[in-house]
């Protein structure tokens, strides 16, 4: 079945960055849409960003300007740039195609400190 493996995620001050890279397997990736989400404490998990087969990308308003999602179709490869981190975006970071189809991966800590 389809494997979702993020990585990337640590603990970084207010202002800071991180690149997270979520390497999926076993599906066409070439031809998905995919995304990311997050899940901080005690709140339900939300749609951060998604990237298009083609390229086009969509944002939640809150990380619009400051993060940046891209792919890599030969790595099977999709990323997430933060930058400019909160400490509001403190989550476990996750992808998934926008249907939300795949079996979710175990995600990645991000911890942002004020």
């Known amino acids: 079945q389809v494997q979702l493996v993020e990585s990337g995620g640590g603990l970084v001050q207010a202002g800071g960055s991180l690149k997270l890279s979520c390497a999926a397997s076993?599906?066409?990736?070439?031809?998905?849409?995919m995304g990311w989400y997050r899940q901080g404490p005690q709140k339900q998990r939300e749609w951060v960003a998604t990237?298009?087969?083609?390229?086009?990308?969509s944002y939640t308003d809150s990380v619009r300007g400051r993060f940046t999602i891209s792919r890599d179709n030969a790595k099977n490869t999709v990323y997430l740039q933060m930058n400019n981190l909160k400490p509001d975006d403190t989550a476990v970071y996750y992808c998934n195609d926008p249907l939300r189809s795949f079996p979710w991966g175990q995600g990645t800590q991000v911890t942002v400190s004020s």
């Open positions: 990237i298009g087969s083609g390229g086009r990308t």
């Open positions: 076993r599906i066409v990736f070439s031809v998905n849409a």
